[in-house]
């Protein structure tokens, strides 16, 4: 398994931390990874000097065999990406029509397509039905992205989320709305 340190600055007090960068994240091998994912800690850090939690999503391949999926996280990636991965030759060999692929842009839809995946749904589905109620709903919030709505499940049901990404000043916001 690929691993590289990098170090970046905290912003609570300057001080840089190490941060261990997972090039590829097998949940066969490594399973508490999964949980630490699905709990949001996987990408928090925390600094040794302030005790600040710093998050930091880099490049990611997830994958998990026994269910044949495999998600790639590309933060901030090039338009294009999508177009360069699709155009990559495989070995038939390699090619399992079964095989789960897709590209998310962060931790948040990282966790989303794992969660629909291990309940039976289909995420291209819930992709559609996200592509609606956004489409419904942007007129009253303009500045909402696609990317801000989330298929969410609990105890009580399922449901869709708008979570802004951003607040303007790089801070996550809290859900406000929730689409049964």
Same mark, same amino acid.
């Given at each position: ?14 001080? %840089? ?8 994240? #097998? ?16 990408? !928090? ?12 999503? /880099?490049? +990611? %391949?997830?994958? #998990?065999?026994?269910?044949? +999926?495999?998600? /790639?996280?590309?933060? &901030?990636?090039?338009?294009?990406? @999508?177009?360069? +991965?699709?155009? !990559?030759? @495989?070995?038939?060999?390699? *090619?399992?029509?079964?095989? *789960?692929?897709? +590209?998310?842009?962060?931790? !948040?839809? @990282? ?13 291209? *589905?819930? &992709? ?8 419904? *709903? ?5 500045? @909402? &992205?696609?990317?801000?709505l989330l298929y969410m499940f609990d105890e009580d049901g399922e449901y869709f989320v708008i979570w802004p990404s951003d607040n303007g000043q790089d801070e996550r916001s809290s859900p406000f709305l929730c689409v049964n």
């Open positions: 398994m690929a691993v590289e340190i990098i170090e970046v600055e905290c912003p609570g007090c300057g001080e %840089m931390i190490q941060v261990r960068q997972e090039e590829f994240v #097998d949940v066969k091998e490594n399973p508490e990874y999964r949980e630490k994912i699905i709990e949001g800690d996987f990408f !928090l850090n925390r600094c040794p000097s302030c005790g600040d939690v710093v998050m930091v999503e /880099y490049p +990611l %391949m997830y994958m #998990d065999p026994d269910r044949k +999926l495999n998600f /790639y996280m590309a933060p &901030e990636h090039e338009d294009d990406l @999508l177009e360069q +991965l699709n155009s !990559l030759e @495989l070995p038939e060999a390699a *090619v399992d029509a079964e095989a *789960v692929f897709r +590209l998310v842009p962060n931790g !948040l839809g @990282l966790t989303e397509k794992i969660l629909i995946a291990e309940t039976g749904r289909d995420d291209r *589905v819930l &992709e559609l039905c996200k592509f609606v109620i956004w489409d419904q *709903v942007r007129e009253e919030w303009p500045d @909402l &992205e696609p990317g801000d």
